[in-house]
């Protein structure tokens, strides 16, 4: 007698070489934490850095923070840290602006007006 499931689809995992740490070659787990910079809203001096996770992270504080460098209570900006990093580096990667041709006003009305292309 066949048994009752012979012909259901059976999911072996991939094979994973012992010799491989536990968590090397396995599907990336997305990114829960996140690390927060905090500043001082009037010189940008860093008061400190935290982790948090995605679901918990609160950019926008009215929270007042002892800054060393202003020797005061001051607003605290929050930001994500390496963020201004990664926003120059992409922009970085943007292709350059063609060269643009110097011509005067008047030089640009005589063209114009001539049936030239501008």
């Known amino acids: 007698m066949m048994p009752r499931y ?3 689809l059976v999911c072996i995992p991939p094979h994973r070489d012992p010799a491989t740490p536990a968590g090397k070659g396995d599907v990336a787990m997305p990114i829960n934490d996140v ?3 905090r500043r001082c809203a009037k010189c940008r001096y860093e008061i400190g850095a935290m982790t948090v996770k995605k679901d918990n992270m609160r950019l926008m504080t009215s ?3 002892w800054c060393e460098a ?3 209570d001051v ?3 929050r ?3 390496e963020r201004e990093e990664t926003v ?3 922009q970085a990667s943007y292709p350059g602006n063609p060269p643009v041709a110097d011509v005067s006003s008047v030089e640009f009305r005589r063209r114009r007006n001539s049936g ?3």
Do not use: F, H, M, Y
């Open 6 to 8: 012979a012909n259901a």
């Open 35 to 37: 690390t927060i910079v």
């Open 63 to 65: 929270e007042l923070a």
């Open 70 to 72: 202003c020797g005061s």
């Open 75 to 77: 607003p605290e900006v």
């Open 79 to 81: 930001d994500i840290a």
């Open 88 to 90: 120059a580096a992409e």
């Open 116 to 118: 030239i292309s501008v």
